[in-house]
């Protein structure tokens, strides 16, 4: 892919923390939700860019574990949020071949809310040209914890039924993860000025690039989007090993 007469590697899976979307809104002297729903506008078009230069994994940050301790008023807007996409904007993902996913804990979620989350996902294409990952009540530390959990029940089976225990590779341990069967995250992007990862994708953002910035969530575009590819371009991925002659 060539931006502004670049050449540009397009990694192949993207994870976004989209941070900034109460201090966007606070700077207008808005309420926090209206920055949400300036964050969704903005994450809708940059799934379409994203699909549309290449990207083949796009995973979102849309709410955490630590998250669901804010505010009633807060949560319930961001629920109304999210049943809005999923019942109005969904479709439009289908159409264009994008597949959905959800990464998180549905349970503590209202209950229409989590039917909607798994009515999305039993609904796409079977065999989509561009994943659209959303992390919804989600942690990292919480997802290998249930991994870990998941292996010591399986372990537990295998005893009762006289078989010896699984010894876990990188590749079936991932297979108990909520991203099993999608390649690890190539380039995590997170807006509004921090730096940290805040408990996404620990275990899959093992190689990822990182790439910070100030602008605020809402604020990120699709040029903000490309000078994040072309920074990701100048990165020598040598995944612990070292340059040729060194």
Known sequence: MDIKGEQVTVPRHVGIIMDGNGRWAKKRLLPRNAGHRAGVQRMEELARHAQDIGVEYFTVYALSTENMSRSKEELDGLYSLIRSYFTKSVDELYKRNAGVRILGDMSPLPADIAEKLYEAEARSPKDPSFHFL????????????????????????????????????????????????????????????????????????AYAELYFTDVLFPDFDCGEFDKALLDFSGRDRRYGKIRSGE
Do not use: C, M, W
């Not at 009540?137 to 005893?159: F, T």
């Open 134 to 205: 959303f992390a919804i009540n989600y942690g990292g530390r919480a997802e290998i914890l249930q991994a870990v959990n998941s292996a010591a029940l399986l372990a537990h089976r295998d005893a009762l039924e006289g078989r010896p225990p699984q010894k876990y590779t990188d590749e079936s341990f991932h297979g108990l993860l909520y991203t099993h069967g999608v390649p690890d995250v190539d380039l995590i992007i997170r807006t509004g000025g921090e730096e940290r990862l805040s408990n996404f994708l620990l275990y899959q953002a």
